[in-house]
């Protein structure tokens, strides 16, 4: 089970850190993985993390503003989001998936979070 918080709102150019706490004893295993889905769009991917936390990646929009990291010892990972844009607006997602080095596709992961609301003013 994944549960996701930390969302708010807060001025175009602020910060927020997002966190996803995961229940079970293999949270350590699973490749995690952040999206975002915008009124009337599609939920998009963000940013994602190998079990071991030694690779990241991210999509265009969020390079360079967005860290993605994990603390497996209290079975968490973060979203640390900086120059924040009226366009991050969105409910955020965390995913885990079991067995993956690189997933960037919803279709990829198996265990969703509830989703926690972003909201950036402008």
């Known amino acids: 089970q994944l549960q996701a918080c930390g969302g708010g709102l807060v001025q175009a150019g602020g910060s927020l850190r997002l966190s996803c706490a995961a229940s079970?004893?293999?949270?350590?295993?699973?490749?995690m993985g952040w999206f975002r889905q915008a009124p009337g769009k599609e939920r998009e991917f963000v940013a994602g993390?190998?079990?071991?936390?030694?690779?990241?990646y991210y999509a265009d929009s969020v390079k360079g503003r967005f860290t993605i990291s994990r603390d497996n010892a209290k079975n968490t990972v973060y979203l640390q989001m900086k120059s924040l844009k009226p366009e991050d607006t969105a409910v955020y997602y965390c995913?885990?998936?079991?067995?993956?080095?690189?997933?960037?596709?919803?279709?990829?992961?198996?265990?969703w979070g509830q989703g926690t609301l972003v909201t950036v003013s402008s």
């Open positions: 079970g004893r293999t949270f350590s295993s699973y490749h």
């Open positions: 995913a885990a998936v079991w067995g993956r080095d690189y997933a960037d596709g919803t279709s990829s992961y198996d265990f």
């Open positions: 993390i190998t079990w071991s936390g030694s690779s990241t």
